[in-house]
């Protein structure tokens, strides 16, 4: 199983390319397990601008998948303190590589 680093994950709403990827796609959850397989991917995204029309649209991929990045999105205090829960989560489950 995958370490996670989470000081290089990306916020929600970021805009990316995936390698031999031709559209761009939007963020839209990250650290999500896949229902049948239960693999952890960094993260998942829908069309940009589309957003989500059908599951089936639904991209699951990792860190390393990424092509380029067009857009960062927000990040405040509500994103930072999301951040510091979700590692303690994954510190929890021997998931965080520090």
């Excluded at 199983?1 to 805009?15: F, R, V």
């Excluded at 952890?40 to 069309?47: K, Q």
């Amino acid at each position: 199983m995958k370490k996670y680093t989470l000081k290089n994950l990306l916020p929600l709403g970021s805009i990316v390319t995936l390698k031999h990827g031709k559209k761009r796609i939007m963020i839209i959850g990250r650290v999500q397990e896949h229902a049948q397989s239960k693999k952890i991917y960094d993260y998942s995204a829908v069309y940009y601008p589309e957003g989500l029309i059908d599951v089936k649209e639904l991209f699951l991929f990792q860190q390393e998948d990424i092509e380029q990045v067009f857009f960062i999105g927000m990040q405040d205090m509500e994103e930072f303190t999301f951040r510091t829960y979700l590692e303690t989560t994954l510190k929890k489950q021997g998931l965080v590589e520090i």
